[in-house]
């Protein structure tokens, strides 16, 4: 057992946790943040994807310990009380999602890749940049739309706050 | 995963100093942590490299380019540094895995595994790089020593990897499309009159170079010049994704692309 501390959503949080707890069980089972989902749990499906340091990463495969010090936002950390984030707003309206479970990680990955690339990323580059995230749903089509939608609007708040 | 201690030293030296008994170095755990998680790997402790900050440096140092065993395949790929000295290593990285593999997973790791499916060892050996460790510099001719393995002794850590400037480079992979890993993967490397070519995925052994194919090279740098030049297939690797006459053909392919893409 050893105590990390760690910056999750804006909150400081310090827990005694076993070496081997991940990071997704830390957030899921130690904070009780269930948004962060397991669906592979062998570094695939990218259900897991939460920014650590403003970067994603998969959850499942990274030590609680190694985030020590770290900044970590997860799918619970994105809304603004009761407005969601432009890319939650942007998968509802555009009906990105089925059933659901991949949207956590697809979101988190989308507004990484938003952030890389620029609110104008084309749709070459956002499918690209899905690689790492599995959806068995909706066969992307939607999930493509609502990013190239939701990295507009992401640029269109950033203007307005500048 | 069976239990472990665990440790995050914040030097090298302190980091060196707890090699021992089975230990196990934490780099970007892209590796590391799934295969402890099957349980395939069961080190008694793991020694987390992510709080030495030294290790991240990617800087032009003299006729060589210098990359820090911790820096990410991301920070390598988006380096302005790496793009002006040596910009055809950049594409190396840009290529492995996902996005979230790549903002995790670092060289140093990568290079110290040994995956035979990985693409920096290609990389690093066509380009004749010098691994440097905690203890000495090893040429990339003499690091590489079969599936998984490396001369690195026990308490040995890769602190930074040099790669000499002034060579044209290229790298074509052909990806695993699941895991993304190199089904065939060639290096190809011009400088001077001297020429390498390595490839990844391939080898029952691991990454080897193609002499031949250099011959050809070193003659004239162009995809032509391969042509008529065939992989040999024995000692290649063979499994359900391709068998190994799949794979030799593939290495003519790909260093065909290699020498087209070289910058």
Known sequence: MATVSMTVNGKTVTKTVDSRRLLVEFL???????????????????????????????????????????????????????????????????????????????IMASVDLVQRNGPGVDEHTIRRELDGNICRCTGYHNIVKAIAAGAAAMGSVRQAAE | MYAFDYHRPATVHDAQGLLKDGAKLLAGGQTLIPTMKQRL?????????????????????????????????????????????????????????????????????????????????AAVLALGATVITSKRQIAADNFFDGLFTTVLGEDEIITALSFPLGAKFGYAKFANPASRYALVGVAVAQRGSEVRVAVTGAGSNGVFRVPAMEAALAKSFTPAAITSVKADASGLMSDIHADAAYRANLIGVMAKRAVEAAA
Do not use: W
Not at chain 2, 89 to 108: E, K, M, Q, W, Y
């Open chain 1, 28 to 106: 899921r089972e130690d904070l009780r943040l269930t948004g962060t989902h397991v669906g592979c749990d062998t570094s695939q499906c990218g259900a897991c994807v939460v920014h650590v340091d403003g970067r994603a990463i998969k959850s499942c495969t990274a030590l609680a310990l190694s985030c020590e010090g770290k900044t970590v936002t997860t799918i619970e950390g994105l809304a603004n009380g009761a407005t969601l984030h432009p890319m939650q707003e942007a998968f509802r309206e555009h009906h990105a999602l089925q059933c659901g479970y991949c949207t956590p990680g697809m």
């Open chain 2, 41 to 121: 790997a069961s080190p008694s402790a793991v020694v987390d490299l992510g709080a030495i900050g030294e290790l991240r440096k990617i800087e032009q140092n003299g006729n060589a380019l210098v990359i820090g065993a911790m820096a990410t395949h991301a920070e390598v790929a988006g380096s302005k540094t790496v793009m002006s000295a040596l910009p055809g290593l950049a594409g190396v990285p840009g290529a492995i895995g996902d996005p979230h593999v790549r903002n995790s997973g670092t060289i140093g790791g990568s290079v110290a595994n040994n995956d035979p499916a990985a693409d920096y060892p």
